[in-house]
């Protein structure tokens, strides 16, 4: 069996779904990125850790942050029916794996941070997006090369993935093909996923201001209250400080109450 094949099929689905249910699609597809696959080329290996999702099918999901070559051009021109290559961004600024099954759509993730092996050792634990597209540029990797380089890892990992909003996307200006409007339906979405977050401080993650850390445990905490009505805000402040000890409960305490 083709080991991208429930991948292939999950972003199958995410395209012919209605509007409504994209960006929880869109998480089920990072979750999978992040727990089920890496990326090899050559003697390196690119372990994701946050990833970006950006998608643009015309009529459905018409996200324009998604790069484009020139206004002649269609809106992820680089990110169209190349499952599983790297798209990496002019200059080398960072590098993205696409998504996209078919010319009818662009779909790909950028890679924010990661963990790098370089001949099966870990050359960086926590690598940030312009970082591992130099890692790649060193190796000789070339700008539109058309290698498949994603692979599913022998054993999945079991960590939490937790959601937040993209980086950078806030500040964005208004341009003539996409007004601050159309922005807006599109720059607060949680479309990014991440693991590790125990592990890592908001700074060193880089999160959008305002959607970090705390933020960040208080959506994956209103899903446990949702599921687990009962639960009081003081075992929910204990989850917290497991899940995420580098933050604090100000933002837990203003969406459960105090805790006692």
Same mark, same amino acid.
């Given at each position: ?47 994701? =850790?946050?990833?970006?999702? %950006?998608?643009? @099918? !015309? #009529?459905?999901?018409?996200? +324009? /942050? ?43 993730? =950028?890679?924010?941070?990661? %963990?790098?092996? @370089? !001949? #099966?050792?870990?050359?960086? +634990? /926590? ?134």
């Amino acid at each position: 069996m083709d080991e991208l094949q429930e991948l292939k099929q999950k972003v199958t689905a995410l395209i012919s779904s209605p509007s409504g249910i994209h960006d929880e699609l869109l998480q089920e597809v990072n979750a999978m990125l992040l727990t089920q696959y890496i990326i090899c080329v050559k003697n390196i290996v690119i372990e994701p =850790l946050r990833v970006e999702a %950006y998608l643009y @099918v !015309d #009529g459905s999901y018409e996200d +324009r /942050f998604i790069h484009r070559p020139n206004r002649n051009a269609p809106y992820g021109a680089c990110q169209r029916n190349r499952f599983g290559q790297l798209y990496v961004h002019p200059g080398y600024g960072g590098v993205d794996i696409v998504l996209s099954l078919d010319n009818t759509y662009a779909y790909s993730c =950028l890679i924010k941070n990661s %963990y790098v092996s @370089v !001949d #099966g050792e870990i050359s960086r +634990r /926590f690598v940030k997006q312009y970082e591992a597209a130099k890692f790649l540029k060193d190796a000789g990797f070339q700008i539109g090369d058309q290698q498949v380089v994603l692979k599913r890892r022998k054993h999945a990992r079991e960590d939490i993935v937790f959601h937040t909003v993209r980086k950078g996307l806030l500040s964005i200006v208004e341009r003539p093909d996409f007004s601050k409007e159309e922005q807006n339906q599109f720059n607060t979405r949680a479309i990014a996923s991440l693991v590790e977050l125990k592990d890592h401080s908001s700074s060193q993650f880089d999160f959008e201001k305002g959607y970090g850390g705390d933020w960040i445990i208080v959506q994956y905490l209103k899903k446990v209250k949702a599921s687990n009505p009962d639960i009081t805000a003081g075992e929910l402040n204990e989850l917290r400080k497991e899940l995420y000890p580098n933050g604090s409960k100000k933002l837990l305490e203003e969406e459960f109450g105090k805790v006692q």
